[in-house]
């Protein structure tokens, strides 16, 4: 029998006022700290700071988070004159796809530390994205984007340099939250446990170029981790307590990972004589798919959309090819968007429906998509929720049962037949826990984190082991004949 789920300290207060006690600021030398989770699809950042225990950091139009893109908006004459394209972040990059789809990057997580010619990843992001002009850069053979809004001579951006501004963004608007004088230069960000050494060193590039510190990296299982542990105490071990076991499973856009973390109360001799209880969060071992995703769900919804557009009589009638569509900037970058509204409207509603004016050679389209339709072509994913978990779970050393909870993040595990598929595994939903914050836990640990290492803060002792050295994941690749991923 394992112990019970960690007690909160203090339930009734409001988790903001918990984590304020805990945050007393050395008077003078302090300075702020961000926590970031870089997301593929949104970069969540946090602050801590003297008089600011731990707050979102809200984007120019007050969202809590930014949508991970920039865009090179052209100027007129760009071949002729010397004025720069201007940069635009966010959401508002987005909104220009389909307006300017070759000056656009969006979700370019992915491809950090990828070699254009050997990856999977870039291959399905030129798929996805047809209208960028995705180039290998230099020797390196690294990724890089031509931009058509500069002019022809100018050298292409790399991923680090592009990821650079959006970091650059994030940080102007962290400033503007810590107030004029304040200048953010430490943070922790978020990286997947399956990261390579290359993928690491990209980001560590990509903050360099944006005049930011990194005081530690901390994997999005674990800093989900960090951030449950803030307001809880747990058994403690060296007092006969027994540990708690939770998974962590984390689907986002790009990418789904498990992790199981290991929860317990250490007594340990402080300075002097007196002993000190310490929380402690390790990583026991970690499973992943870098495929399974919002973004893979997206691509089967785009391409059927285009498969019910080339079968209309005015698509017919011109001989529109699913290739060309698929393959064309703009209407590849309006159908992408409309598969993303259409998966989370069915996330709560049975169908939805789309039209688009002039999609393709002036052809209007309208289509309709039911729950049990998706769930049909997203048949395979349902498969792929479950290997995960084993993989993690068997890293650990643990069985199902030693679990006291799953806990829910990333937005696309909102998706019905995600939950349904992960109750299956579990033996039903009693083990699943909704009470975490989806979203942000992990921004929050990595902001929690980031207050620990920093100097400035005295923060609640919370341990951490990230690391994981039976890690197993499970890579998919698309075959040579089409769209079927297989495993390899
Ligand atoms: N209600 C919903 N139903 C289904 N999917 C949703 C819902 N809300 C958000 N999503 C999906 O969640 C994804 C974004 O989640 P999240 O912010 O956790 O991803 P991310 O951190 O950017 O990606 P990753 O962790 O994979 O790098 C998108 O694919 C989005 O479509
Ligand atoms: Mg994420």
């Known amino acids: 029998m394992m112990a019970a789920p960690g007690r909160r300290r203090i339930t009734l207060l409001p988790a903001i006022l918990v984590l304020s006690l805990f945050l007393p600021w050395i008077a003078s030398a302090a300075s702020a700290v961000l926590g970031i989770d870089l997301g593929t699809e949104y970069i969540k950042a946090a602050l801590v700071k003297p008089g600011i225990p731990l707050?979102?950091?809200?984007?120019?139009?007050?969202?809590?988070?930014?949508?991970?893109?920039?865009?090179?908006?052209?100027?007129?004459?760009?071949?002729?004159?010397?004025?720069?394209?201007?940069?635009?972040?966010?959401?508002?990059?987005?909104?220009?796809?389909?307006?300017?789809?070759?000056d656009v990057y969006p979700n370019l997580r992915p491809l950090l530390g990828q070699l254009v010619k050997q990856s999977s990843l870039v291959e399905e992001y030129r798929k996805t994205h047809p209208a960028l002009d995705l180039v290998e850069y230099g020797d390196r053979g690294t990724v890089a984007f031509r931009s058509a809004a500069f002019q022809k001579e100018e050298e292409p951006f790399t991923v680090e340099e592009l990821l650079a501004m959006e970091l650059q963004n994030i940080r102007t608007n962290a400033e503007a939250l810590a107030g004029k004088t304040s200048k953010i230069e430490d943070v922790v960000i978020t990286v997947p446990a399956f990261y390579t050494a290359d993928e690491l060193r990209a980001i560590e590039v990509a903050s360099e170029l944006a005049g930011l510190n990194i005081l530690g990296l901390i994997s999005n299982g674990l800093a989900v981790g960090v951030n449950y542990a803030t307001s809880r105490t747990f058994p403690s071990v060296t007092e006969s307590g027994k540990a708690e076991y939770h998974l962590i499973y984390d689907m986002g856009a790009g990418s789904t990972s498990a992790t199981v973390l290991q929860f317990q109360g250490k007594t340990i001799k402080d300075k002097g004589k007196q002993n000190k209880t310490v929380q402690e969060v390790s990583v026991l071992g970690t499973g992943y798919d870098r495929l399974l995703g919002g973004d893979a769900l997206n691509a089967i919804i785009v391409d059927q959309m285009v498969n019910e557009f080339v079968k209309t009589p005015a698509a017919q009638k011109q001989s529109v090819a699913h290739e060309s569509v698929r393959t064309h900037g703009r209407a590849a970058a309006k159908l992408w968007k409309e598969a993303e509204r259409a998966r989370q409207v069915l996330s709560a509603n049975s169908e939805t429906m789309a039209s688009f004016e002039g999609l393709y050679d002036d052809i209007d389209f309208r289509y309709k998509l039911t729950r049990a339709n998706f769930e049909e072509l997203a048949g395979e994913f349902a498969d792929r929720v479950e290997p995960a978990v084993k993989q993690a779970l068997k890293a650990a050393n643990l069985s199902m049962a030693d679990l006291d909870s799953v806990i829910l993040h990333g937005g696309a595990t909102r998706t019905p037949f995600v939950q349904a598929q992960l109750e299956k595994v579990l033996g039903g939903a009693g083990k699943i826990r909704t009470n975490v914050n989806g979203d942000e836990a992990a921004v929050f640990g990595a902001a929690f984190k980031g207050a620990g290492l920093s100097t400035s803060f005295r923060v609640k002792e919370i341990q951490t082991r990230d690391g994981t050295p039976y890690s197993v994941g499970l890579q998919w690749m698309i075959d040579e004949k089409g769209s079927d991923p297989v495993r390899f």
Request: zero cysteines; a positive charge; hydrophobic letters at 40%.
């Open 55 to 102: 707050e979102i950091v809200l984007t120019k139009d007050s969202k809590r988070k930014e949508v991970s893109a920039v865009a090179f908006k052209p100027v007129r004459d760009a071949q002729k004159t010397d004025s720069f394209p201007e940069r635009i972040y966010g959401s508002d990059a987005v909104a220009l796809a389909a307006r300017f789809p070759n």
